[in-house]
């Protein structure tokens, strides 16, 4: 039995077209989890400003998430939604975390190296720092659990490591403070299912991302019906048919990608997409992915718009949840100062 209480903390930021990937990576598995554990989901606007953000877009961009979250079924009273900047201990936990990661940590980190390109020297700090904030966004409610698409397993490692050098730096300190068991749990990752890794629609070696120039390489959740049947029949395929089982798609990388994402919206395995449309050609199997895509994304999509209509509403659901999570990250603050020696 795990000395620590089971806690879902996971996170999207706000930097526009939220697509497919984040929906199937994170956000419908942010759903699921409701019915068996107490979860935040948090808007990371503090991470998206780590790249220049326009204020007007950035705001409304917060709301977007925040009306995505709510759209698909997450439940904000029963559980906490809210945007990062509203808790302040995020960044002052990220401070502390900041002198118990070690730069050749960070120095590691993929998700750095592709950002920041080859003008690294131009990059800011905060995307350096990032997965530090990222550690603290967790652990500053001592969240055991991470749903996440396979990108950010790094992450999570760091976190991890983070988490248990803290708990080995003051050992002592967090023994005398009454904990046998360390201070933090160590986080564990939630990367499950069939589309852990959406990839690009015009290019299967690439993960679709909302920052890609090419609009047809994603679905974004604002989407219509026609815009998202018209990105599907334009999707890149090979010549051949589809297999009948998951290990004929090895090497196909394309093919992989699109069954998938049908897998993941139908709640099935890929071979049991397979046993359906192995032997057939891809234009049948496009048109019933479009038609099962739009199906399930519309009622979303539609929510996801009349919600963003009203502000006042979405930035209600913003603040009540801020109010309970900051009282939770409070607690933690407060354990940290005396476990590391700051007077309070
Ligand atoms: N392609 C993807 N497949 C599966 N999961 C994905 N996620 C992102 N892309 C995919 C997951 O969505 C959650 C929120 O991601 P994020 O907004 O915090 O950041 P990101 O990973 O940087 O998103 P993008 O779309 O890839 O943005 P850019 O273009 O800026 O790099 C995370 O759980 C992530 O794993």
């Not at 049947?229 to 090979?238: E, G, L, M, V």
């Not at 919206?265 to 057939?280: A, H, M, Q, T, Y």
């Not at 979303?300 to 979405?314: G, K, N, P, V």
């Amino acid at each position: 039995m795990s000395a620590f209480q089971q806690r879902v903390f996971s996170g999207v930021q706000p930097t526009g077209n939220l697509h497919l990937g984040n929906y199937l990576g994170a956000i419908q598995k942010f759903v699921d989890l409701q019915d068996n554990y107490d979860c935040m989901y948090c808007v990371v606007d503090m991470h998206a400003i780590t790249v220049w953000q326009d204020p007007n877009e950035l705001r409304d961009n917060i709301r977007e998430v925040t009306a995505a979250f709510l759209a698909a079924g997450i439940d904000a009273k029963k559980h906490i939604v809210f945007n990062q900047s509203r808790v302040p201990q995020h960044a002052e936990l990220a401070w502390v975390f900041n002198c118990v990661a070690r730069m050749g940590w960070l120095n590691r980190m993929t998700q750095f190296k592709e950002k920041a390109g080859k003008d690294r020297e131009n990059a800011s700090v905060g995307l350096f720092a990032y997965p530090a904030l990222m550690a603290a966004d967790i652990l500053v409610y001592r969240g055991t659990h991470v749903p996440v698409g396979d990108d950010q397993k790094q992450h999570l490692e760091l976190a991890r490591d983070i988490a248990q050098k803290f708990n080995n730096d003051f050992a002592d300190s967090i023994a005398a403070n009454g904990h046998a068991d360390g201070f933090f749990p160590l986080p564990e990752p939630l990367i499950t299912g069939p589309a852990t890794r959406v990839m690009s629609l015009r290019d299967g070696s690439k993960k679709m991302s909302k920052s890609d120039a090419s609009d047809l390489s994603r679905i974004n959740l604002r989407d219509d019906a026609e815009q998202i049947a018209a990105k599907i029949r334009k999707a890149r395929t090979d010549p051949e048919p589809l297999p009948s089982e998951a290990k004929g798609l090895e090497g196909r990388r394309e093919a992989d990608n699109l069954v998938g994402i049908y897998a993941a919206l139908s709640g099935d395995s890929r071979d049991k997409v397979l046993s359906e449309f192995g032997g057939g050609q891809f234009s049948s199997f496009k048109q019933a992915l479009a038609d099962l895509c739009i199906e399930k994304l519309a009622p979303i999509t539609s929510e996801m718009r009349r919600m963003q209509a009203d502000t006042a509403y979405i930035d209600s659901v913003l603040e009540d949840g801020g109010v309970r999570a900051r009282e939770l990250a409070q607690g933690t603050m407060d354990q940290v100062k005396d476990i590391i020696g700051l007077l309070r």
